[in-house]
């Protein structure tokens, strides 16, 4: 059981703004820890605020040496209805990066910090460039990788 | 009646009044005032009836994509006559819109604390709700073997919806949805459903990470549960926002996959388990069932979806049985006494009434001694001679197995030293145990181990006695 107790690893998100990418675009720093290889990697949303009444999904890439967008995953945000447009809070959304990540840093030597772009888009991938939104952090965290038996 | 009917059109009406006052901030992404919410608050005053123990076949639900014609006509046939009730009888609370309103309900009308999102409420309120959906759709239709089948995204070839759920594309099919933004020809991203989302859900560690906590969601939730949500409905269909959801046929079909995964987790790992948190396990939800009975079940009721609920996912080799056991009765032996185990005339006509009419019989030994000194698996025959042999399953004398798991071999002196075992009584094995000429002395043997270097060990248990439980014919 000892095993399965979950040592999560914080790291600090630092935030940029604006840059290249849109208003609305968010953009973090996050460090990569030196045993990310060994181990499972989330990208956690803390405290997405946004309408009630839209669904979007919020696309994470991470931006490589010439600021090209290389998606990591989306999670998917349901509106709650029609008329719920104030302003809800999702206090964390995980999203496993694991591959992705491995994939994105796959011949590259490892940065210190791997720069994030999180984005709302709709259905189709296209960016919501009207939505108000905002979030309180967004973070990488490492697990240890479960054992096969 | 009256009193419920007051409560949904007082609820429609706040709905309604507040639509207009949300309409002005996001146009272009805001939900369509069409598509107003019509939530159902708890029906009566009157408690409901516990959930009854269904005796349904175990059959599975099946890839909505492999359904035969006749199965696809059964599947629009039970939504249809579930769409007729909405203007047949309104007040029915087996009609279509008043389905899709349990879930727009639970979603947003309910206090923060009973919301079925964002929790360890997920995957179980889910599954209780398509439940009873299934079983009504199959009342519908006459025919309780229905099963729901299942939108199976994660397979590459099936990322465009169900061609049942779109053909034809209009109102005339009854699977059919009006607000969808995926169109037939359009597919799921593999970033939301593909091998890397399916991978990382049904590798989370604990259930916490894969279905959440009381207060936090797992990841599966939010993809690919969510994401499969937003894909369908685009930004203003019915899919898209909790409200609406499940005015979508396909949506029943979506969650019975985000089921699949649940159990398919659960199969994963012996370490893949449920919380065992009274917390959890006596969360209670009520829903009307087939027959209009307001019916509260517990999350503990629905954790064994195949023995509980009556339904699997893939083929099933008991399918064919209809294992309404009745109540199990304990048939006792003179274990403690004699530590040997012997067959009374009694209990050889119990055992054998019980296995003659296609009943379940098992045998309990309960404090068996086990070895520590590694993990290994060991067999239990009825003698030390079967044991020497070794046939394994269906042999002779083999009655069922015992497995030692240690958490660790530098912790195996801390484990406990005994273990409670159950085995399955087949006809075989009792026919084993009939021929016995004496008391038998039950014998465990380590699996795997070649004959000659085996070395068979007399079980020692605090008691051992049978149970047995008729079926319902």
């Known amino acids: 059981m000892v095993r399965l107790v979950l040592l999560f690893l914080l790291l600090n998100a630092t935030v940029f703004a604006g840059g290249q990418t849109s208003d609305h675009d968010r953009r973090f720093a996050v460090s990569l820890p030196q045993q990310w290889q060994q181990s499972k990697l989330l990208i956690v949303v803390e405290g997405l605020q946004a309408p009630g009444n839209v669904a979007f999904k919020l696309r994470v890439s991470a931006l490589d040496d010439d600021a090209k967008e290389v998606s990591l995953g989306a999670v998917g945000v349901e509106a709650i209805g029609p008329n719920k447009s104030a302003p809800r809070t999702l206090k964390n959304l995980r999203l496993d990066v694991t591959r992705s990540l491995n994939r994105f840093l796959e011949n590259k030597s490892t940065p210190a910090k791997i720069e994030l772009l999180i984005r709302p888009v709709d259905s189709r991938n296209n960016p919501l460039e009207d939505l108000e939104w905002s979030v309180k952090d967004v973070r990488l965290e490492i697990q240890p990788k479960p054992v096969t038996p | ?257 985000v ?68 109540d199990w009765v304990v048939v006792r ?23 003659g009419s296609r009943g379940r019989v098992r045998l309990h030994l309960t404090g068996v001694s086990i070895p520590l000194d590694k993990s290994a698996v060991y067999r239990i025959y009825a003698s030390p001679e079967a044991a020497g042999k070794d046939e394994g399953p269906g042999g002779d004398g083999y009655l069922g197995t015992l497995p030692v798991v ?16 159950v085995m399955n009584i087949s006809s075989r094995s009792f026919e084993t145990l009939s021929r016995a000429q004496g008391p038998m002395q039950l014998t465990l043997v380590e699996r795997g181990v070649k004959e000659g270097t085996r070395k068979p060990i007399r079980v020692t248990a605090a008691d051992a006695h049978f149970t047995v439980a008729d079926i319902e014919q």
């Open chain 2, 333 to 355: 032996t003179d274990w403690r006494l004699s530590k040997t185990l012997k067959l009374s005339p009694a209990a050889r006509t119990s055992i054998s009434k019980a296995l």
């Open chain 2, 1 to 257: 009646m009256s009193n419920t009917t007051s409560r949904r059109n007082f609820l429609q009406t706040i709905g309604m009044g507040t639509s207009f006052i949300g309409l002005s901030a996001f146009t272009g992404l805001v939900l369509p005032t069409s598509a107003f919410a019509q939530c159902e608050p708890p029906p009566s005053k009157t408690g409901p009836a516990p959930w009854r123990r269904d005796c349904r076949t175990i059959l599975p639900r099946r890839p909505a994509s492999t359904l035969s014609g006749s199965e696809i006509t059964k599947l629009k046939d039970a939504y249809h006559a579930m769409r007729a009730l909405d203007t047949s009888d309104p007040n029915d609370p087996r009609g279509f819109q008043r389905q899709a309103n349990i879930h727009c309900f639970m979603c947003s009308q309910v206090s923060a604390s009973e919301v079925v999102h964002g929790s360890w409420k997920f995957f179980t309120w889910h599954r209780a709700y398509l439940y009873f959906h299934e079983r009504i759709l199959g009342k519908l239709i006459g025919d309780m073997n229905f099963r729901l089948p299942y939108w199976d995204w994660d397979v590459a070839s099936h990322r465009r919806l169900p061609s049942a759920y779109t053909s034809p594309n209009d109102a005339t099919n009854p699977l059919w949805n009006s607000t969808r933004g995926m169109s037939p020809t359009d597919e799921l991203p593999d970033e939301d459903v593909g091998d890397d989302v399916m991978n990382a859900a049904l590798e989370a560690a604990t259930f916490a990470e894969f279905g959440g906590t009381s207060t936090d969601n797992g990841i599966p939730e939010v993809t690919p549960h969510g994401s499969v949500h937003v894909d369908v409905g685009g930004c203003c269909g019915d899919m898209s926002a909790f409200e609406t959801a499940g005015r979508d046929p396909v949506f029943y079909a979506h969650h019975s996959n």
């Open chain 2, 406 to 421: 240690l958490d660790s071999l530098k912790k195996h002196l801390s484990h406990k030293r005994t273990r409670n075992a």
């Open chain 2, 259 to 326: 089921d699949k995964m649940w159990s398919d987790w659960n199969k994963g790992s012996s370490t893949h388990t449920n919380p065992t948190d009274p917390a959890f396990l006596n969360m209670t939800w009520n829903f009307y069932d087939e027959n209009k009975v307001w019916r509260s079940i517990t999350a503990a009721q629905v954790l064994n979806h195949e023995n509980q609920l009556r339904y699997i996912y893939g083929p099933s080799r008991f399918s064919e049985l209809l294992p309404c056991l009745l």
